[in-house]
Nanobody, 126 residues
Framework: QVQLVESGGGLVQPGGSLRLSCAASGFTSERYAIGWFRQAPGKEHEGVSCIGSRDGSIYYTDSVKGRFTISRDNAKNTVYLQMNSLKPEDTAVYYC???????????????????WGQGTLVTVSS
C-alpha cells in the first residue's frame, strides 16, 4: 500500500528554518516523483516543489525559490523540504504526494497526484 507520512512542522519565527520530511512506504520512492503542496485557510491549494526520479528533475514555485530546497535520502525512502528564511505567508498545512510517475508534471496540480500524506502544519509567526 502506498503511504506517505509528513513530519517536521511546527511554530517558527519569521526568518527561521524548518525541515519537513516525507516518509514513504509501500513503494520505493526514489523511482517516482514526489511533490510538496501547501494550503492555508483562504488560500488556494499550491504546488510548492517536486523532485523527480531522473537527474536534474526539480521544480520550485517562484515564491519559494532560493529559500526552499527539496532533496532525497533514498536509503531512508524519504524526501525532505528544507525551508529557510520563512515568512508568515508560508504558514500552511504542507502535504507530500506522488502519482507514481517518474517525472514531475509540467505544473504541480492537485488532481495529478493520487497518493497523499496527512499533512503537517507550519506556522510562521512572531
Amino acid at each position: 500500500q502506498v503511504q506517505l507520512v509528513e513530519s517536521g512542522g511546527g511554530l517558527v519565527q519569521p526568518g527561521g528554518s524548518l525541515r519537513l520530511s516525507c516518509a514513504a512506504s509501500g513503494f520505493t520512492s526514489e523511482r517516482y516523483a514526489i511533490g510538496w503542496f501547501r494550503q492555508a485557510p483562504g488560500k488556494e491549494h499550491e504546488g510548492v516543489s517536486c523532485i523527480g526520479s531522473r537527474d536534474g528533475s526539480i521544480y520550485y514555485t517562484d515564491s519559494v525559490k532560493g529559500r526552499f530546497t527539496i532533496s532525497r535520502d533514498n536509503a531512508k525512502n524519504t524526501v525532505y523540504l528544507q525551508m529557510n528564511s520563512l515568512k508568515p505567508e508560508d504558514t500552511a498545512v504542507y502535504y507530500c504526494a506522488t502519482d507514481l510517475q517518474s517525472e514531475c508534471p509540467w505544473e504541480l496540480v492537485r488532481g495529478a497526484f493520487g497518493s497523499w500524506g496527512q499533512g503537517t502544519l507550519v506556522t510562521v509567526s512572531s
